[in-house]
């Protein structure tokens, strides 16, 4: 066994490598277990993208609201935003919550020499991952069913994980102060993310929404995504709403991994 | 800093959450090489203290230095160089008990290699080499707590903080747990319990302070202590429930009387003559018992009050 440790043998990696082994061991447990994780962010997209895009699409005349598009091609970089959403929305939820009350995870790291903030970075870099992971496995089935216009598909991918990191960042904040057992967040499921996904544009444009309820599409991030994503899809970007959008993504990214760092630092160092 | 051989320092250390104080004013020397307990019940303020040797919780008041170092500064730096043991086992439990140690020990900017030649040694340690390769979720608590252990050795740590190492467990994983942990003792490492259990006390600690509402109301060796605030002896009598107290009987006959719900402990020298003098006052107990003085009798004169009911 270990003789006399005159000095121990750990040390203080830099900050992104800490973020990095943070990542290290999500992917430690996601080889594990990603087949729990297939139906929610692969084959749900797909289905949808078969019964609306394909079946329900068929009886959709392609209009102006479509982009002149068949349903099934404007709807498919749409659907790649809010299952990112979707996808994002679980993971910053159950899984933070159990780290911190369930498992308790992040306090075992917490008492190595990884930081709050890393863990949070860490954390949020691994979401990320996961989105495009999942994203990028659906662009693949999406492209094989013919439902795909081109190659801008990849930055409607970026758009996705972005979007997605806009809604998951600010209730990763909110996960991290709870102290129940999660009830808050079918709350969160039912009466924001779901909504979101059926009437913030990816559907249909927010246009056909009564003119009252558009206002609160414009403050989605879904509707900022699917916007951008759509745009960079189809190579319709213009300058101004394509900046626009992004702002809105970005700020929103960054006030939720401010916020979250606070509370994973107060709850993890009190 | 020069090493003078303490390698945690408190001085007036305070916690407070709010308006609470859990630790209030406390002075700590743990010196290198040693054992050291901090004894006391639940809300002693003996997790705070052990949060905040960690460098998981900043003091409010005082001061403290760890491995020479400020926590409030070099938190990282000194958490590279402590193993933790929490109060709750916080293992992922849906990784295998290897992943545990691998993952664990990247975190302290060891090499793949390291950990993973570290691991197979700790597992040896642990006795966990047959369930390497299991998840952990189904392990036995006193598994989960060894893997814990193990775990919290991944970086040789010059300080292991043990918050209630076996809480929760039965006599013989507890038992298999101290063989280990005063293993680790042998080999240099330097430990600080925390525990309201007085065996473990006594079976693990060099020296110990016991905690009482914040505060450090004795400190010194467990033997110390005992010839300090108590006897060599206890004699534990019991009576009927509906029984008229048999105080006033037994009044002059040992150094000190406790009156506990269940029972009277007689504090003497010598047990058996307090015992055979009882007797012959006519006093007529259920059952007795002679024993040796342990820490529950120190805890018990210090406050008034039993450690664990």
């Known amino acids: 066994m270990t003789t006399a ?6 040390r203080v990696v830099g900050p992104v490598r800490a973020a990095l082994l943070v990542v290290e061991a999500m992917w430690t447990w996601y080889r594990r277990n990603w087949r729990a994780t297939v139906v929610s962010s692969i084959v749900q997209p797909v289905l949808f993208l078969l019964a609306l895009g394909f079946g329900f699409g068929s009886q959709v005349q392609p209009t102006e609201a479509t982009g002149g598009l068949a349903y099934v091609v404007y709807l498919a970089p749409a659907l790649l935003v809010a299952t990112s959403v979707q996808i994002a929305s679980f993971e910053s939820t159950y899984p933070i919550l159990s780290a911190f009350k369930w498992q308790q995870t992040y306090f075992a790291i917490a008492a190595s020499p990884i930081t709050p903030a890393q863990i949070l970075g860490g954390q949020l870099t691994w979401l990320a991952i996961r989105l495009a992971g999942s994203g990028a496995a659906y662009l693949l089935v999406a492209a094989v069913l013919g439902a795909l216009t081109g190659p801008g598909v990849v930055l409607t991918l970026l758009v996705a994980v972005l979007t997605g990191m806009a809604f998951a960042a600010p209730v990763a904040a909110y996960s991290a102060t709870l102290e129940s057992e999660g009830q808050q967040f079918s709350a969160i499921f039912r009466f924001i993310v779901m909504p979101m996904t ?17 206002p609160i599409a414009w403050f989605t991030p879904v509707w900022h995504g699917t916007e951008l994503g759509r745009d960079a899809a189809f190579g319709t970007l213009s300058w101004w709403p394509a900046l626009g959008h992004l702002t809105f993504l970005v700020v929103l990214f960054l006030l939720g991994a401010r916020l979250a760092a606070r509370n994973f630092r107060r709850r993890l160092s009190s | 800093m020069v090493d003078d051989g303490a390698l945690v320092r408190a001085r007036q250390l305070v916690k407070r959450f709010g308006e609470f104080a859990a630790v209030r004013g406390i002075d700590v020397d743990v010196r290198r090489g040693e054992a050291f307990g901090f004894l006391g019940p639940n809300g002693a303020g003996k997790s705070s203290t052990m949060r905040m040797v960690g460098c998981v919780s900043p003091r409010s008041d005082g001061e403290l230095t760890v491995l020479g170092m400020d926590p409030q500064r070099d938190g990282p730096a000194i958490r590279a160089r402590l193993g933790v043991v929490p109060q709750q086992d916080n293992l992922d439990t849906e990784l295998t008990v290897r992943q545990n140690l691998h993952v664990y020990g990247r975190f302290f900017g060891l090499s793949k290699a390291h950990v993973r030649a570290k691991a197979t040694e700790l597992l040896d340690f642990a006795q966990l080499g047959e369930r390497a390769d299991d998840e952990v979720e189904p392990l036995s608590g006193g598994m989960k707590r060894r ?5 919290s050795l991944i970086n040789d740590p010059e300080l292991l903080l043990l918050d209630e190492p076996t809480t929760g467990l039965d006599p013989q994983a507890r038992h298999l747990l101290w ?45 110390e202590l005992i010839g300090r605030y108590s006897t060599r002896e206890v004699l534990e009598l019991r009576f ?4 008229a107290a048999p105080e006033v009987a037994l009044e002059g006959l040992a150094d000190r009387l406790e009156v506990l719900p269940d029972r009277l402990l007689l504090y003497a020298a010598d047990g058996e003559a307090v015992l055979a003098a009882a007797h012959a006052r006519g006093v007529q107990p259920l059952s007795s018992l002679v024993r040796r003085s342990t820490l529950e009798d120190v805890f018990l004169r210090l406050t008034g009050r039993t450690l664990v009911d």
């Not at chain 1, 059926?198 to 558009?214: D, I, K, N, S, T």
């Open chain 1, 5 to 10: 440790t005159a000095t121990s043998t750990g």
């Open chain 1, 198 to 214: 059926l009437f913030a544009g990816a559907f249909f444009p927010v246009e056909q929404l009564p003119a009252w309820l558009r």
């Open chain 2, 147 to 151: 893997l814990t252990i193990a775990r």
């Open chain 2, 179 to 223: 063989d280990r942990l005063f293993r680790l003792k042998q080999s240099g490492v330097t430990l600080i319990i925390t525990t309201h259990y007085m065996d473990e006390a006594e079976q693990l600690c060099d020296r110990l302070v016991v905690m009482d509402g914040g505060r450090i109301v004795a400190e010194g060796s467990p033997a």
């Open chain 2, 240 to 243: 009927p429930p509906d029984a």
